[in-house]
């Protein structure tokens, strides 16, 4: 595995925790839009890091 892969699945990673933590929005929610959070900015990272090549 490459870090394009890396990125693609931590990208859907992050856009099922959201979609799970806007469905949910109560609890449990706010912590599934956290690590969403979390998840979006190591993509993030990431695709900073496969631009710069």
Do not use: E
Not at 1 to 7: K, P
């Amino acid at each position: 595995m490459n870090a394009f892969h890396y990125f693609i699945i931590t990208s859907l990673l992050a856009f099922g925790l959201a979609c799970a933590g806007v469905w949910v929005l109560f609890g449990t929610g706010w912590s599934l839009l956290a690590g969403s959070a979390s998840l979006f900015s190591i993509a993030a990272f990431i695709r900073r890091g496969l631009s710069s090549d």
